[in-house]
């Protein structure tokens, strides 16, 4: 049997990722608007609902974003008033975000969103979290491949 095309474009993994990404983008793209929040700020909100209080430094860390994405997406959250930000007490260098009433409602209206993914995705949670910790795997074994 002959050998696929390596520079094949659908024989590439990152196009796969990559196309995968954009039906995710169009998928969320409404029910996100629904919301009023673009695809960062919902991120922002899922890191927020777990752990409320959390520093920007942190935050960005955890959504691979430096300050200079970050910073400006936290403001304009809290000019809607779905959040605030206040300096650490115990470390003024640090800032801290934390929900407000308003943002913590939220949650209860993004719930939808979830739903909605796992609808179509045939409501077989257990399939896409095989998919979820592959991704995952895939990206660990990449960054550790980065570092060397």
Do not use: N
Request: glycine content about 6%; overall charge neutral; charged content about 30%.
């Amino acid at each position: 049997m002959a050998q696929a095309d390596p520079l094949k474009l659908d024989s590439m993994l990152c196009f796969a990722v990559y196309a995968a990404e954009h039906a995710f983008t169009r998928f969320y793209k409404p029910r996100l608007e629904a919301l009023e929040l673009t695809y960062p700020q919902y991120l922002v909100f899922l890191v927020l609902w777990e752990t409320d209080g959390i520093t920007v430094k942190a935050l960005g860390d955890k959504l691979f974003l430096d300050s200079g994405t970050i910073t400006p997406l936290v403001k304009r959250l809290e000019a809607r008033g779905l959040l605030r930000r206040e300096r650490d007490k115990q470390d003024e260098r640090q800032v801290r975000i934390y929900l407000t009433e308003e943002g913590r409602a939220l949650r209860e209206k993004a719930l939808a969103v979830p739903l909605a993914v796992g609808k179509a995705l045939g409501g077989d949670g257990e399939a896409a979290g095989m998919l979820r910790e592959s991704l995952h795997r895939l990206r660990e074994q990449l960054d550790a491949s980065s570092d060397s």
